[in-house]
């Protein structure tokens, strides 16, 4: 089994910043492409960023220059940093992940969440 745990969301005024992180657990064998999900009320749910294991990242354009987003393999850990936040931030912030429980099983993983709120 794996466990998927996100922290550090929270409320922020506009312009600040908050740093997410993303821890996972369990039986891993590897762990391949880790990312950011948000979900705003009435939308639909949006890549935020992702990155692979070898560091190639990708951004949604409206977070490009202002979201940075990082991995520790030694921690199977991943990393957003959120600077410059707008209220149009303002989302549940998902972290996925596509983790090898052995060399030839492989599985996507979400966490539970964490509330991201920028107030105007």
């Known amino acids: 089994q794996v466990q998927v745990v996100e922290s550090g969301g929270g409320l922020v005024q506009a312009g600040g910043s908050l740093r997410l992180s993303c821890v996972v657990s369990g039986s891993i064998y590897s762990i391949d492409v880790m990312g950011w999900y948000r979900q705003a009320p009435l939308k639909e749910r949006e890549l935020v960023a992702r990155?692979?294991?070898?560091?190639?990242?990708d951004y949604v354009d409206s977070v490009k220059g202002r979201f940075t987003i990082s991995r520790d393999n030694a921690k199977n850990t991943v990393y957003l940093q959120m600077d410059s936040l707008k209220p149009e931030d303002t989302a549940v912030y998902y972290c996925n992940t596509l983790v090898w429980s052995n060399s030839y099983t492989v599985k996507n993983y979400w966490g539970q969440g964490t509330q991201v709120t920028v107030s105007s």
């Open positions: 990155i692979s294991r070898n560091g190639s990242t």
